[in-house]
């Protein structure tokens, strides 16, 4: 199977609870966002291998709600340059213990934001899931749990044969990001922290940051800032081997045991003396 398709542009407009009726909607707007240039390849080989590659020219976010007075609707403004802004490469390979591997891109991206506006994106968010029960109801729902895993039936014994063990790596690389918290968005010369990192990328068992700086400056003036802490590098790696060398060395010390043992016991015989347990 071989699939390709482009979309132009896709826009997604959030409104908030308060939109019960088609004249209640510029009152009750949240947020609206825009995919340009969507360009998808899927491949599907006989044999079950597959690739898919994901590109999209630009993402934008934008603070529609009339209520705020904001001097910065752009949450997430458009990128300057003319390269892909996202991109997604997956791979799968054929087999039983088939293998995957995705790599992510993400070139520039620049997030501009109150913390009303966050709060706002947070609440509509979190509206969708069911609010926490009380602990009362918590406790009680534990104990008949519990009287109900008491009075059933044993489990049936499951199939023994091993699992087929797929792997599965990634990575994601992000470009020049910049998040921008603004104090008063509703002036154009507010004060705002600014968070850059030159390069962030994230694999399976790596972390890695580079030039990772914070400043103060106000948005009409970008080149009079004060920068604190100076710029700095993280890098985080988690290293398996130590967990795989430990059955092994198991083994070694078992196997020098038995081997010491059985050598006692030829000793022991030699000298006709009763062997040892």
Same mark, same amino acid.
């Given at each position: 199977?071989?699939?390709?398709?482009?979309?132009?542009?896709?826009?997604?407009?959030?409104?908030?609870?308060?939109?019960?009726?088609?004249?209640?909607?510029?009152?009750?707007?949240?947020?609206?966002?825009?995919?340009?240039?969507?360009?998808?390849?899927?491949?599907?080989?006989?044999?079950?291998?597959?690739?898919?590659?994901?590109?999209?020219?630009?993402?934008?976010?934008?603070?529609?709600?009339?209520?705020?007075?904001?001097?910065?609707?752009?949450?997430?403004?458009?990128?300057?340059?003319?390269?892909?802004?996202?991109?997604?490469?997956?791979?799968?390979?054929?087999?039983?213990?088939?293998?995957?591997?995705?790599?992510?891109?993400?070139?520039?991206?620049?997030?501009?934001?109150?913390?009303?506006?966050?709060?706002?994106?947070?609440?509509?968010?979190?509206? +969708?899931?069911?609010? %926490?029960?009380? *602990? /009362?109801?918590?406790? #009680?729902? =534990?104990?008949?749990?519990?009287?109900?895993?008491?009075?059933?039936?044993?489990?049936?014994?499951?199939?023994?044969?091993?699992?087929?063990?797929?792997?599965?790596?990634?990575?994601?690389?992000?470009?020049?990001?910049?998040?921008?918290?603004?104090? +008063?968005?509703?002036? %154009?010369?507010? *004060? /705002?922290?600014?968070? #850059?990192? =030159?390069?962030?990328?994230?694999?399976?068992?790596?972390?890695?940051?580079?030039?990772?700086?914070?400043?103060?400056?106000?948005?009409?003036?970008?080149?009079?800032?004060?920068?604190?802490?100076?710029?700095?590098?993280?890098?985080?790696?988690?290293?398996?081997?130590?967990?795989?060398?430990?059955?092994?060395?198991?083994?070694?010390?078992?196997?020098?045991?038995?081997?010491?043992?059985?050598?006692?016991?030829?000793?022991?015989?030699?000298?006709?003396?009763?062997?040892?347990?």
């Amino acid at each position: 199977m071989d699939l390709h398709f482009r979309v132009n542009l896709i826009n997604v407009e959030l409104f908030t609870d308060a939109a019960t009726s088609q004249e209640s909607l510029h009152k009750a707007n949240l947020a609206k966002s825009a995919i340009n240039g969507t360009d998808v390849k899927f491949k599907m080989l006989s044999n079950s291998a597959m690739k898919a590659d994901v590109a999209l020219k630009s993402f934008t976010v934008s603070d529609t709600r009339s209520v705020k007075d904001t001097k910065f609707r752009e949450i997430i403004p458009a990128v300057k340059h003319n390269a892909r802004q996202f991109v997604l490469n997956y791979r799968m390979s054929a087999g039983a213990n088939a293998s995957s591997l995705a790599l992510v891109t993400v070139d520039s991206p620049n997030i501009i934001f109150s913390l009303d506006a966050a709060f706002a994106l947070m609440n509509f968010f979190m509206s +969708a899931f069911p609010p %926490a029960p009380a *602990e /009362a109801s918590a406790f #009680s729902g =534990k104990g008949s749990q519990q009287a109900k895993t008491s009075t059933s039936k044993p489990q049936t014994k499951q199939d023994s044969s091993p699992p087929s063990e797929n792997t599965m790596a990634f990575r994601v690389h992000v470009l020049d990001p910049t998040i921008i918290l603004l104090a +008063a968005p509703k002036r %154009a010369d507010t *004060e /705002a922290i600014v968070l #850059s990192i =030159k390069q962030f990328l994230l694999g399976v068992l790596a972390l890695k940051v580079d030039q990772m700086g914070m400043l103060m400056r106000r948005m009409n003036r970008p080149k009079e800032s004060s920068r604190f802490p100076d710029d700095f590098e993280v890098t985080t790696v988690a290293v398996c081997t130590g967990v795989r060398l430990v059955p092994s060395i198991l083994d070694r010390i078992s196997r020098a045991s038995q081997e010491e043992n059985s050598s006692t016991r030829t000793n022991w015989r030699a000298a006709g003396r009763p062997t040892p347990p």
